[in-house]
């Protein structure tokens, strides 16, 4: 668990999540399926965002906490390499805190209200004329947890494409106003041209929503339609028996695009044998959704025990995943620290060198 990766010449990547408690098969088919293979290629950063968590939930920061050691956790079950990939914590990247002061300078407030990433979560949460100060703040705290690393890109779901949008709207205006990067310039040569910050692309991946065992909404923690990456096997398979479809019997044809098939064919890797269930199912031929749901628990446990056992070595042991936390988060100062001195001799504010001691 060393610091190997600190001047990797890979391309460098950044995403995060806000802690809001255990991961499940969603978060796995959406975007931590993705970083798993993006980390050998990939000079990774992985961000905990723990001080957003209070933009909504301020009241509770010891679920926060709780909530923040449990999705690493997560990470690591499901196969993220501390070896590889940078987790650090937000709370603890000065440069983020600071980089967001000077950032919110260079955006009008009436741009950043506009974002409708923003505006669909103070509907959602029942917000509208209560949120707090810090609310809206966090839109432009997130372009920079981007741009203090410097990124290529930005692998993120689509909902988050707005922040990006803004991010690279920063970026560019920072480097216009203090680097003399031209106007004209195009984005991919803004740090060739002496700007500090690169404007990162959003990576947006195939876009994999999964449904919930309801059938009909996105799997999420709050419906009650999930399946935890925590969950034992006899859980699996109860959650999975309970996928609604409205199929009456074995010989009636089935409709192939029903929420069983979609976890079908998210995590039976066997084409051949997908084609074949799909093919009797559509036919009604004596193949009943018992069956397949058999089949799928079966498929979801062989995918879930690797990860289960790389649990149960984190299982009540906070301390190792502090320590790891740790380690990423003092990576991601080192590479920060950069990007402020940086930014800070652009703005005419650098006036003597420091270094963050953890
Ligand atoms: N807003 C993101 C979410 O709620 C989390 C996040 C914070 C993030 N900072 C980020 C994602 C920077 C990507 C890059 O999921």
């Given amino acids: 668990m060393t610091a190997q990766l600190v001047s990797s010449s890979k391309p460098r990547i950044l995403t995060g999540d806000t802690p809001t408690g255990s991961l499940h098969l969603g978060h796995w088919v959406g975007s931590v399926k993705r970083r798993v293979e993006l980390q050998d290629s990939h000079e990774c950063y992985f961000l905990l965002a723990n001080m957003h968590a209070f933009t909504t ?37 000065p440069a983020i805190a600071e980089l967001t002061f000077l950032f919110a ?92 910050f690169p404007v990162p692309r959003a990576d947006v991946g195939r876009v ?54 979609q976890f079908v064919d998210c995590f039976i890797a066997d084409e051949a044998r997908v084609a074949e269930l799909k093919d009797r199912y559509s036919r009604g031929d004596n193949i009943g959704d018992g069956h397949i749901k058999a089949e799928l628990s079966e498929a979801i446990n062989a995918l879930l025990t690797p990860m289960r056992e790389r649990r149960a070595q984190f299982e009540g042991r906070d301390d190792l995943i502090v320590d790891i936390v740790h380690d990423g988060t003092a990576r991601a100062n080192r590479l920060t620290e950069q ?20």
């Fill in 57 to 93: 939930r301020s009241e509770d920061p010891l679920g926060i906490r709780r909530d923040t050691i449990e999705i690493v956790r997560d990470y690591l079950a499901m196969g993220i390499d501390p070896n590889k990939a940078a987790i650090f914590l937000q709370s603890e990247v």
């Fill in 105 to 196: 300078m260079l955006l009008p407030f009436n741009r950043v209200m506009r974002n409708p990433t923003l505006k669909t979560e103070l509907e959602l949460k029942g917000l509208s004329e209560k949120f707090s100060f810090g609310f809206p703040l966090y839109a432009v705290g997130q372009t920079a947890d981007i741009l203090s690393f410097r990124p290529v890109g930005v692998p993120v779901g689509e909902d988050q494409v707005p922040h990006l949008e803004l991010t690279r709207e920063v970026a560019r205006r920072f480097n216009q106003m203090y680097c003399s990067v031209p106007t004209d310039a195009e984005d991919e040569d803004h740090e060739k041209l002496g700007g500090v």
């Fill in 208 to 261: 994999g929503r999964l449904v919930g065992i309801d059938g009909k909404n996105k799997m999420s923690k709050s419906l009650g339609n999930a399946i935890f990456i925590s969950d034992s096997p006899k859980e699996v398979q109860k959650k999975v028996n309970k996928i609604f479809t409205g199929r009456q019997s074995a010989t009636e044809p089935g409709d192939t695009s029903n929420a069983l098939f």
């Fill in 339 to 358: 990007t402020l001195l940086r930014a800070k001799d652009a703005v005419g504010l650098k006036f003597w060198p420091r270094t963050l001691a953890m």
